[in-house]
């Protein structure tokens, strides 16, 4: 570097390391986050903007049986003394604590537009007005009596609670949610009333277990209502752990319209789900036809909430019918939990129920022991100015003559009667009017009133059960205020068992309906042609190509293919190919080896059984449900051996089997010498001295046996001519009647 580069000698200049600089800045940073703006303090469950907010209202007197004054004031108040951040922050705080939709408890008591559950906002802070709840006024209860520390605010001039002394659960009966530094919080809302018995049984057992505490609490109660389908076993391990997530569903009832006809209703919907905004969602998933089911969205709702939900049809089933929304909308959310919070206030910390809990209750107990001390020592300095007054009335000339004549007053008062500096003052400050005989009646009485109250203040302070005995009683007391059989406190949130609905009803729900054809080539391209075709002779293939199979069905069925080796393919009939070129190679869907062919392709129909067998004669029965598989790599079914194939698979309808071999021997027994298996090899059905399994079909006896002759002509033989082919499974058979295909092949499998 040049000379005339260096910058000036001067002895401000400090170097330091950039590294070192960075990490102290951004660690001051990440704990200033931490403590005073993302994570809750898990004694009275606020973060220090809601707890200075409440502070600000406390000292404006908006308590709930006072008048309201303009939230522009409180924020006011709120910025100047103790927040010095911007108003629109501040006032976005109280405006949550005064929505009933979004906090359970509500800690603000709002008059004015407070925004409403479509996600619109609240009035200017000029426009609303605000005071304290009940339950806000729990929180602070105790305040002004030495329960809590203060701290300096952020310019020195006031003071401001470093937390509340929390006469209310507070963090799990409203929840928290914040995101921090390297860390977050989500904590769901639970009901007080639930949340109080817990704590009492807590008292009683601190050793209890999280399982017996949800007995408890079952789990959380929002504002919004709504069904929890979460197991026992999940909520209890997400309480146990701290983090975990609870599955919540909006409560929807089905109404008779008339003539068959329904409707669904909703009534409650998910926690902070925004309505206008669900419903436009569930209206552009309408529009662009992936609620196939779904035939109209409309809003019905005031005062209370009711979306109506139209169906296509009157067959349509409703539970299909939401199931398909549920997955698709916002009709199901995952509510979050992680239990993370500041422990002491000063500590971020993963806790449990219980952790949660006896943290609560060791600060009430704090909070209790503090308050008796801070009124111990009231009744102490009021016990001395009594006994001042009493020393005064006993010596009451001589107290007025040393008032009247003596210089210094209260050196000789002291002196004299041995008094204190306390009492003294006391004397001196008391008005004429005082000194009657009455007056010094009311004061014994209210002495020996005291002197009481003081041996058990001070009784209560020795002894601990005596504390928690009377922790007990405020709980009981906050859990009839706000419990589950007040109006405030009755549990809004449900528990349900999700229906046990089969996932391909909702994924048919989730295609819109049509019918198709498909088409297969005999080089193995596959389409799905719009509508059923009746001429199959019009199809256009590619040069040299023709068809091989073709069928009718929905966009809404399975495709099921069988391949030479031995294994089952799945294809859902809606993502096969359109009908507009020809289609695409089969082997770009599935993973099918080169020197493997598609034996059959067909219809899947659940319930269906199925012959499955292979050239060297062995095969067995098999549900079509085994078979399907929604994996390019298909199922292996039919275990085939090397150098044979798998030849058959047709429906396994009938009372008789039917073995063509390619020995051009025919046998014919009874269909119950079959087993039915999952997978396997299967056992012999034909045996051959050479050659093998050429075809086999499954046939009721009493119809006869039928074959399609190279001319296209059917025939059928029937019983009483099938004779001298019947015997028992695994015998060779004999030559075919009259009439039967050369290839040896009964003709389609029919499907």
């Not at 501040?90 to 929505?99: G, M």
């Not at 500590?347 to 600060?363: D, F, T």
């Not at 400050?429 to 009657?436: A, F, G, Q, T, V």
């Not at 069925?557 to 391949?563: M, T, Y």
Request: aromatic fraction near 6%; hydrophobic fraction near 40%.
């Amino acid at each position: 570097m040049s000379k005339a580069a260096q910058p000036p000698d001067s002895g401000d200049i400090e170097p330091i390391g950039l590294r070192e600089a960075l990490e102290e800045r951004y660690l001051a940073y990440a704990l200033s986050t931490i403590m005073h703006r993302a994570l809750p303090d898990v004694r009275d469950g606020l973060k220090p903007v809601h707890r200075r907010v409440l502070h600000a209202m406390r000292l404006l007197k908006l308590d709930p049986d006072a008048g309201f004054k303009k939230c522009a004031r409180v924020v006011g108040d709120v910025i100047g003394k103790y927040h010095p951040h911007g108003d629109q922050s501040i006032y976005d705080a109280l405006v949550r604590l005064a929505q009933e939709f979004a906090v359970r408890y509500p800690l603000v008591d709002g008059q004015g537009n407070f925004g409403n559950i479509d996600g619109d906002n609240a009035a200017a802070m000029r426009y609303t007005e605000a005071r304290l709840t009940a339950v806000a006024t729990a929180l602070l209860e105790g305040i002004d009596q030495d329960t809590v520390d203060f701290r300096s605010t952020y310019d020195g001039e006031e003071e401001e609670p470093v937390v509340l002394p929390g006469n209310f659960p507070n963090l799990l009966a409203n929840g928290s949610t914040g995101i921090a530094v390297g860390m977050a919080t989500s904590i769901p809302p639970h009901n007080a009333g639930e949340l109080c018995d817990a704590a009492l049984h807590l008292i009683k057992f601190p050793n209890a277990t999280i399982a017996k505490l949800v007995d408890f609490v079952p789990g959380p109660d929002f504002p919004t209502g709504g069904e929890i389908i979460e197991g026992r076993d999940s909520i209890v391990e997400s309480y146990k752990t701290g983090k975990g997530g609870f599955s919540l569903r909006a409560k929807w009832e089905k109404e008779d319209t008339g003539r068959g006809g329904y409707v669904v209703v909703l009534t409650e919907i998910p926690y902070q789900v925004q309505k206008s905004r669900l419903i436009a969602k569930i209206a552009e998933l309408l529009f662009a036809k992936r609620l196939p089911l779904l035939g109209d969205v409309r809003d019905e709702s005031a005062d209370d909430v009711r979306i109506v939900l139209e169906p296509r049809s009157r067959t349509v089933d409703p539970v299909v019918m939401m199931e398909s929304l549920f997955k698709l909308t916002d009709l199901e959310v995952r509510i979050s939990l992680n239990m993370n919070v500041l422990s002491q206030g000063k500590i971020p910390k993963v806790m449990n129920l219980s952790e949660v809990l006896s943290e609560w209750l060791a600060h009430r107990k704090e909070v209790l022991v503090r308050a008796t001390s801070f009124r111990l020592g009231k009744i102490n300095h009021r016990l001395e100015i009594l006994a001042g007054y009493l020393i005064a009335y006993l010596n009451l000339d001589e107290v007025i003559r040393i008032i009247r004549f003596e210089d210094e007053v209260k050196k000789t008062l002291i002196a004299t009667f041995a008094l204190t500096e306390v009492q003294a003052e006391a004397i001196l400050n008391m008005r004429l009017r005082s000194l009657r005989k009455l007056e010094e009646m009311e004061i014994r009485k209210e002495n020996e009133s005291l002197l009481e109250e003081k041996a058990a203040l001070e009784a209560l302070l020795a002894s601990e059960d005596m504390q928690w005995t009377r922790i007990a009683e405020q709980i009981r007391d906050i859990r009839e205020k706000f419990g589950v059989k007040t109006e405030l406190g009755k549990r809004r949130t449900g528990f349900a068992i999700k229906p046990e609905t089969d996932d391909s009803d909702i994924a048919e729900a989730m295609i819109e309906r049509e019918p198709v054809t498909i088409v297969f080539s005999e080089k193995g391209w596959i389409r799905a042609m719009r509508g059923h075709l009746e001429d199959y002779s019009k199809i256009q293939f590619k040069s040299g190509d023709r068809l091989r199979f073709a069928f009718h069905g929905e966009t809404t069925d399975k495709i099921i293919l069988f391949a030479t080796n031995g294994r089952f393919f799945t294809l859902a009939a809606d993502k096969l190919p359109g009908g507009r070129g020809h289609g695409e190679p089969i082997r770009l869907m599935i993973d099918l080896e080169e020197n493997n062919e598609i034996v059959v392709l067909a219809r899947h129909v659940p319930g269906r059984k199925l012959l499955v067998a292979a050239t060297d004669g062995r095969g067995f029965i098999v549900t079509e449900d085994d078979v399907v598989a929604m994996t390019r790599k298909g199922r292996q079914v039919l275990n085939v051996p090397d150098g044979e194939e798998a030849c058959v698979c047709v429906p396994a309808v009938g009372d008789h089997i039917a073995c063509v071999g390619l020995n051009r021997k025919l046998l014919i027994f009874k269909s119950s010498e079959l087993p039915e298996m999952g997978r396997g090899r299967g056992i012999v059905l034909q045996r051959y001295k050479d050659g093998g399994l050429s075809d086999a079909r499954i046939f009721a006896l009493e119809e006869g046996l039928t074959w399609l002759d190279s001319a296209g002509r059917t025939w059928t033989v029937k019983e009483a001519d099938l004779a001298d082919w019947h015997g028992g499974r695994a015998q060779a058979g004999r030559l075919p009647p009259k009439g039967f295909p050369k290839n040896n092949k009964f003709g389609p499998a029919g499907f």
